[in-house]
Structures are given as structure tokens and as C-alpha cells.
């Protein structure tokens, strides 16, 4: 279902940053495990990055590690991936996505678990 939305996306050049945030007015972000996942042209969709309900659990994919950063502000509803020093290689569509999960788990492995997701939003990195 797609539930959530996302914005932040765009064109930067190699080596910059971008934003995503993800927010829903359907249902509290709290309780819910929240994931990032992109898909590239020709590629199939991967995790990015996830992050548990309780916030103590993360986890990314090796690709980004090091220059994104999941977060959460509860208080606003909305999730965000921080990406930094961004490379052609991360040019896809990034989707954000909620899951029910025990409080202290982080998955990006399974989308299936996955619930809610928003429709994507592009990002191309130029070299």
C-alpha cells in the first residue's frame, strides 16, 4: 500500500549530497521499523538501508556505508536518509518503506515484511 511520501530527490553532481524524507499523515511512524531500499536501471530493487521502531538497530548496505545515515523524528512523523558523497553508482529510484517488526530489529533483507511504501523518488548523480 502506498502510504507514505517521499520528497528530496533530484540531480546533484558526484560527490554531493542529498535528503530524503518520508512522511505519512495515515498511521504513527513509532511503532513501525522503516526502511530505504532504491532500484537501479536494469538492477533489481535493494535495501539500502533500515532502521528498527526503537531507533537502537541499524543497518546499511555496504555500498553506502559511510556516507548515508538513516534517521527518525518521531515527533514529526518522518524518516530521512542522509546521503553524502553520492556517486553515479546511487543514481535509482529511492523508496522508503514501514514494516512491523519487534522493537529492536532492523531488516533490510526481506521486503516482503515490508507494509507501506511510498512511491519512489529520483535521484541521478552526474559524473
Known amino acids: 500500500q502506498l502510504q507514505l511520501v517521499e520528497s528530496g530527490g533530484g540531480l546533484v553532481q558526484s560527490g554531493g549530497s542529498l535528503r530524503l524524507s518520508c512522511t505519512t499523515s495515515?498511521?504513527?511512524?513509532?511503532?513501525?521499523?522503516i526502511g530505504w531500499f532504491r532500484e537501479a536501471p536494469g538492477k533489481e530493487r535493494e535495501g539500502v538501508s533500515c532502521?528498527?521502531?526503537?531507533?537502537?538497530?541499524?543497518k546499511y548496505a555496504d555500498s553506502v556505508k559511510g556516507r548515508f545515515t538513516i534517521s527518525r523524528d518521531n515527533a514529526k512523523n518522518t524518516m530521512y536518509l542522509h546521503m553524502n558523497d553520492l556517486k553515479p553508482e546511487d543514481t535509482a529510484i529511492y523508496y522508503c518503506?514501514?514494516?512491523?517488526?519487534?522493537?529492536?530489529?532492523?531488516?533490510?533483507?526481506?521486503?516482503?515484511?515490508?507494509?507501506?511504501w511510498g512511491q519512489g523518488t529520483q535521484v541521478t548523480v552526474s559524473s
Open positions: 495515515r498511521f504513527t511512524l513509532d511503532y513501525y521499523a
Open positions: 518503506a514501514a514494516a512491523l517488526l519487534p522493537a529492536d530489529v532492523a531488516m533490510c533483507a526481506s521486503e516482503s515484511e515490508y507494509v507501506y
Open positions: 532502521m528498527s521502531s526503537s531507533g537502537a538497530s541499524t
